[in-house]
């Protein structure tokens, strides 16, 4: 549940910046959306996808070691 809790503050971030009127990644992506600056858009939206990725596997990860009936088992495929 905090992995998508993560994933969803990240999302929220210009929603925040638009009511704050502090520019930040949210704000930088929507400006370069908006003046077609495709390499600027893939590298926020790489960088987002990225931590959100590392962000599930390391729930994936701490969810294995902390609920001992989701262990994996050596030999298992």
Do not use: H, Q
């Not at 520019?23 to 077609?36: C, D, E, F, H, S």
């Not at 931590?51 to 609920?67: E, P, R």
């Amino acid at each position: 549940m905090s992995a998508l809790l993560l994933a969803d503050s990240i999302c929220g971030d210009f929603l925040v910046e638009w009511i704050f009127a502090r520019p930040g990644l949210g704000t930088l992506l929507w400006k370069a959306i908006r003046v077609n600056d495709v390499p600027l858009a893939t590298g926020i939206l790489s960088v987002g996808t990225l931590l959100f990725s590392c962000a599930m596997i390391a729930l994936d990860l701490a969810y294995g070691s902390l609920d001992p009936r989701i262990r994996r088992v050596r030999g298992a495929a």
